[in-house]
């Protein structure tokens, strides 16, 4: 069983930035593939970024590349994302979530996921 908690997010101004913490426990291999959702009016929810534990492995939906960077603190089990460049669009709840993954290709934004923190919410001002 995989806990995870969030913290971050806020209210900011178009153009700002923002970053999200989740800390995960309950797991201390490298099987483990992170993800940051968010929940929009206009999308539903969306896959954002994903990472690998294990191997590193990245992946980003097409509307943040560029913007947002999703990072991992191993010392802290604690994986992050700096969201720069925000525009009104990205306002909505973002969910931080967890699963095993032995493949690290399958660690992607288009995969569902088992565990879900309780969600923070971002929003951007114009």
């Known amino acids: 069983q995989v806990q995870l908690v969030e913290s971050g997010g806020g209210s900011v101004q178009s153009g700002g930035s923002l970053r999200l913490s989740c800390t995960y426990s309950?797991?201390?291999?490298?099987?483990?593939?992170m993800g940051w959702f968010r929940q929009t009016p206009r999308k539903g929810r969306e896959g954002v970024a994903t990472?690998?534990?294990?191997?590193?492995?990245?992946d980003y939906v097409d509307s943040v590349k560029g913007r947002f960077t999703i990072s991992l603190d191993n010392t802290k089990n604690t994986v992050f994302l700096q969201m720069n460049s925000l525009k009104q669009e990205d306002t909505g709840v973002y969910y931080c979530a967890a699963d095993l993954s032995y493949d690290a290709n399958l660690c992607d934004t288009s995969r569902s996921f088992n565990y879900w923190g309780q969600g923070t919410q971002v929003a951007v001002s114009s």
């Open positions: 990472l690998h534990i294990g191997t590193g492995k990245v």
């Open positions: 309950g797991y201390s291999g490298s099987r483990l593939c």
